[in-house]
């Protein structure tokens, strides 16, 4: 079990004294004022516990269970005070979330107790993450799968714009990029219930009958009603449900007054629409059109954003299977000689389709040099994991 913990207080003899009782039970360390132990936060892994003096000078004990609440969210925070009265407790509750007051002085027995019982939660709170995490992070991976196998076009067109959602998202440093980029791989997850040759059709930008366009324009809707039955994906599924809206036409919200549109689906709208209109003309030619709706249908500063990213971070490159390298994107279906179709364009470049085109070259053949799209970035990292 992790034993790292923090005792703050601005009196040396007092954590002096803490850290003599409690060193043979816990890992202590100490931070002589509200100002040491903030930095503390910043620069050192989490702590198990944090346990602050509620008066000190320059920065209070409110203020660094708050940074810590902030920092390191799973951390357990505990209140020393002498001035118990409510207003005090009530700023520490709402601002630094603890899960404990003591007051001072506070015997190293009871202080010790408290640590325990500190640390026990502290587990448990990390073992419900790494659950909560490994269960969202798996039925994000599920529906993907299912979607690779149902309706491969959809799903490369949501691989396709997953990839420049990341970039977008760290351009305009959106905070909760985690949720956008999961709501671009689901984007198309609704997709589901459109029969292939529809969407086949669509992407061809062919006229559609009515009841055709009818599926794809509800598609967003049927995606975000399947992802809300997965616990913590309710913003993932608002931004998938409006994907669609324009700039120029507020969502409406009941008898309310008009919702402003999200700016996670304000990115997929741009995305969408531009992976669209470029499986029929080129990126200039597809850009030139998105930029002419500039204000009505888009946000002008996700175009600004999609431009520099198409021209600093993607690099086009025609290799051969052993030169291809994990996290490139495919620019082109991958066929066997004889024209079936292995990969198809949009996917990224995992180790399974390695092997798979490994072993159909040593069987049908595959069509090489192949046509792929480099990301200069750092390695993508599971956005779920920081959800």
Partial sequence: MIKRVLLVDDEPNILNGYKRHLRKQFDVEVADGGAQAIKRLENDEAYAVVVSDMQMPDVSGVQVLAHAAKVHPDTVRVMLTGNADQNTAIVAVNEGRIFHFLNKPCQPEQLAKTLDAGLRQYQLLRAEHNLLSKTLGGSVSLMTEVLSLVNPTAFGSSSRIRHLTRQICSRLSIANAWE????????????????????????????????????????????????????????????????????????????????????????????????????????????????????????????????????????????????????????????????????????????????????????????????????????????????
């Avoid at 629409?273 to 002419?292: E, G, K, R």
């Avoid at 002008?300 to 052993?322: F, H, M, W, Y």
């Avoid at 990969?343 to 995992?350: A, H, L, P, S, W």
């Avoid at 180790?351 to 200069?376: A, D, K, Y």
């Fill in 180 to 387: 956008v980029e999961v709501a671009a791989m689901l984007s198309k997850i609704g997709c589901v219930s459109v029969p292939q040759e529809t969407l086949e059709k669509w992407y061809g930008a062919k006229p559609l009958t009515a009841e055709e366009q009818k599926m794809v324009d509800t598609h967003p809707l049927v995606g975000a009603n399947l992802v809300r039955k997965i616990p913590r994906l309710k913003g993932v599924a608002r931004i998938i449900e409006l994907q669609n809206c324009r700039m120029d036409k507020p969502v409406p919200k009941g008898d309310g007054p008009a919702e402003e549109i999200p700016l996670g689906a304000r990115v997929l709208k741009v995305l969408v629409d531009y992976d669209a209109l470029i499986s029929s003309s080129s990126a200039t030619q597809t850009m030139d059109v998105i930029a002419n709706q500039r204000k009505t249908w888009y946000d002008p500063k996700v175009i600004d954003a999609l431009r520099v990213v198409l021209q600093e971070s993607e690099v086009i490159k025609s290799l051969t299977i052993a030169e291809l390298k994990l996290g490139m994107i495919f620019d082109q279906d991958v066929k066997t000689n004889d024209g079936g179709i292995l990969v198809t364009k949009g996917q990224e470049v995992n180790q399974s389709i390695i092997e798979r085109l490994q072993n159909f070259q040593r069987t049908q053949g595959v069509q090489q040099p192949i046509s792929v799209r480099e990301l200069i970035c750092e390695p993508a990292k599971d956005p779920v994991a920081t959800a």
